[in-house]
């Protein structure tokens, strides 16, 4: 009689796709997790507001500190200088690339070969720019340390919850890439993944992050509607572009509750 194998634990299965989101949106040295060999990363998507939470907090730990002695604009660049370095300029590379695309002229296919492109053009500079400078003068604006600390992990984690989201109402722009070999998640997990993130917003946030979960999806609603007429779907610097914008538009609707 062949004997069935044993289910895993569900902590047991928690913890591996913790160690593959934090190992796949950061650069944080995190023990070889076995997933990677199953393929779960479409699975562990459920926890990737977890990971934005550790890079938030990372961030959110250097505007505390940096607040003490510097101007609060000075503090906010140097947080989100630590998440830049904290995941490997991942997003933000999307996003430039994004833009990039965006910007060309041409037909969906000369569109989606700008993006491949490594070098970032005046469209995706622009879009750099603009992000790290609305996001820090956002962060600028909180009230206290503390509440520049958890208005970054609110934003991070929320953020980046929008990604499977963004994957489960567009199809894949290209047969091969990043965006189409993390699989796509099923509806499950993409909500999964809303409700941690929205549970991660109002923890760090409070009441103020209803509003600017609000916003956010309608920043994410507004990509989609572009990738679709465009690019025909996503791409891996399409997601990207979705945690920046969904992170700015938090950010800036956190500080239109602070002032």
Not at 72 to 87: C, M
Not at 231 to 256: N, P, S, V, W
Request: hydrophobic content about 55%; overall charge neutral.
């Amino acid at each position: 009689m062949n004997e069935q194998p044993s289910p895993v634990p569900l902590w047991r299965s928690l913890s591996d796709d913790l160690l593959l989101v934090v190992s796949f949106l950061t650069r944080l040295p995190v023990p070889f997790c076995p997933a990677y060999v199953e393929g779960g990363l479409a699975r562990a998507m459920r926890l990737f507001p977890l990971a934005g939470a550790v890079v938030g907090s990372a961030g959110g730990a250097v505007f505390m500190a940096a607040h003490a002695v510097l101007p609060p604009l000075a503090a906010a660049l140097l947080a989100l200088l630590t998440t830049i370095v904290l995941t490997g300029a991942l997003h933000e590379d999307g996003l430039a690339d994004t833009a990039d695309g965006l910007g060309a002229r041409g037909g969906r296919e000369k569109r989606l070969d700008v993006m491949r492109d490594s070098r970032s053009g005046a469209y995706g500079v622009l879009a750099l720019v603009f992000s790290v400078g609305l996001r820090a003068a956002a962060l600028a604006a909180a009230p206290s340390a503390l509440a520049g600390l958890g208005g970054l992990v609110a934003a991070a984690a929320f953020s980046r919850a929008c990604i499977p989201a963004l994957m489960q109402v567009l199809p894949p722009a290209r047969a091969d890439g990043l965006g189409a070999g993390a699989g796509t998640p099923h509806a499950g997990i993409a909500a999964t993944a809303l409700v941690l993130g929205g549970m991660l917003a109002v923890a760090g946030g409070g009441m103020a992050a209803a509003p600017a979960v609000v916003v956010s999806l309608a920043a994410v609603v507004a990509l989609v509607w572009l990738a679709r007429r465009q690019f025909g779907g996503y791409t891996g610097d399409i997601l990207g572009a979705c945690q920046q914008l969904a992170e700015i538009a938090f950010l800036l609707t956190l500080a239109g509750t602070w002032t």
